[in-house]
């Protein structure tokens, strides 16, 4: 390995190696990226039960909502909300509060 004589200008001089605060950022970057994917998960989970529930209440027969005090039409705003909307009233759920990192 051949010196950089100390009097070199600066357009050879070698590039510094990489400092520990860009690997502790990319550390961090990592774990941003893991939360984020871990969180977006977590929700299609969400939606998956969600509908899968809906399902089954729409194929609920009269006679057992009968029994839990329900007729139909009272069902039917939960079971046509879509499975991105946690409830009938219009609620969503949020992809943008997963993406921020907890502390």
Not at 72 to 90: N, Q
Request: with cysteine; aromatic share 4%; charged share 25%.
């Amino acid at each position: 390995m051949n010196p950089v004589p100390i009097d070199a200008p600066p357009a050879i001089a070698p590039k510094p190696a990489l400092t520990p605060p860009l690997r502790a950022d990319g550390a961090l970057a990592l774990r941003f990226a893991g939360r984020a994917v871990m969180a977006v998960l977590e929700l299609l989970l969400t939606w998956q039960e969600r509908a899968t529930q809906r399902h089954h209440l729409s194929m609920a027969e009269e006679h057992v909502l009968r029994d839990v005090g329900l007729r139909r039409a009272d069902l039917e705003p939960e079971i046509r909300t879509p499975f991105w909307r946690s409830d009938g009233r219009g609620g969503k759920a949020s992809l943008a509060s997963v993406l921020i990192p907890c502390r």
